[in-house]
C-alpha cells in the first residue's frame, strides 16, 4: 500500500542553514522511492520584514514547503508564530495518511496537534544527542519533559542508533522503539573490495563539540 507520508523536522536544509539536517531529507528521499511524500518545515529568520515567507519548491522530486516566520527576541511569541506557519502550512498540503516526525523538539507538539485535530497518527525518527543518557545533566528539565510528551503521544520512535534508544527509555518514553540508522545512498557509498594495510577514516560534520572530533584526532 502506498502511504501519503508528511515528514515534519525541528532540523531541515534551507536558506539560512543549508546544510542543517540534510539527513532528514536524504530520508524523505528514500521513503519516497515507495510512498507519496510531501515536507513541511518552518524556521524564524530575523531579517526578514514580513510575518511570513513562503519558499514552496520541488525539491528531488518532493513537494518540500519552508515557511520563515519573523523572529524576534521573545522566545513564545516565536513559538507562536512557528506553530501558526506549521497551520497554514499544512492548510497548503495534501491530508497525509501520517506524519513523519524527526527530532522531539516543541516543534513536535504540531504533530501531537495534527494527531488530536485530525486523528493522523505520527511516528518521530530521533536523532539528537541532547538526549542521549550521557548529556542528560546538561540537558534542561524543559527538553526533556517536551521529549517524554511528545515521545509517548507518538505511534513508534525510530532512535538512529541503539544508544539513544535506550536513553529514551531512561526518559519515561514508553511508546514501542525501533533502531532505524540515518539512510546512505549505497549508490554513491559503498565499501571497496580491496585489501590496503593502510586504516582510511573520514569524519564529516560541522565539528560542534557535541560531534567528538577532539578525540579522533587524538
Known amino acids: 500500500m502506498k502511504y ?9 536544509p534551507n536558506k539560512l542553514e543549508p546544510t542543517n539536517g540534510n539527513f532528514v ?4 528521499e528514500a ?4 510512498h507519496d ?12 520584514e514580513k510575518i511570513f ?33 506549521y497551520k497554514i502550512g499544512f492548510s497548503k498540503m495534501q491530508k497525509p495518511d501520517i506524519v513523519h516526525a524527526n ?7 504540531f504533530a501531537v496537534y495534527l494527531k488530536k485535530k485530525f486523528k493522523i497518527p505520527f511516528v518521530v525518527t530521533e536523532h ?45 518514553i514508553k511508546t514501542s522503539k525501533k533502531v532505524i540508522p540515518n539512510v ?13 594495510e593502510e586504516f582510511n577514516f573520514i569524519h564529516i560534520s560541522n565539528l560542534i563539540p557535541r560531534k567528538n572530533s577532539n578525540k579522533i584526532l587524538n
Open 4 to 12: 501519503k507520508v508528511l515528514f515534519i523536522s525541528s532540523w531541515f
Open 25 to 28: 531529507q536524504r530520508h524523505a
Open 31 to 34: 521513503v519516497a522511492t515507495l
Open 37 to 48: 511524500v510531501e515536507i513541511l518545515h518552518t524556521i524564524g529568520d530575523f531579517h526578514q
Open 53 to 85: 515567507v513562503f519558499d514552496d519548491q520541488i525539491i528531488n522530486g518532493i513537494r518540500t514547503l519552508v515557511i520563515y516566520y519573523k523572529n524576534s527576541k521573545n522566545p513564545i511569541q516565536n513559538f507562536l508564530r512557528r506553530m501558526k506557519a
Open 103 to 109: 527530532v522531539l523538539h516543541n516543534n513536535m507538539f
Open 128 to 172: 539528537w544527542t541532547a538526549l542521549r543518557k550521557i548529556n542528560h545533566h546538561n540537558t534542561s528539565s524543559a527538553i526533556k519533559w517536551i521529549a517524554k510528551y511528545v515521545g509517548n503521544q507518538a505511534s513508534m520512535i525510530l532512535p538512529v542508533s541503539n544508544d539513544l534508544k535506550e536513553s529514551l527509555d531512561v526518559l519515561g
Open 184 to 196: 546512505v545512498d549505497t549508490k554513491l557509498f559503498k565499501p571497496k573490495n580491496a585489501d590496503s
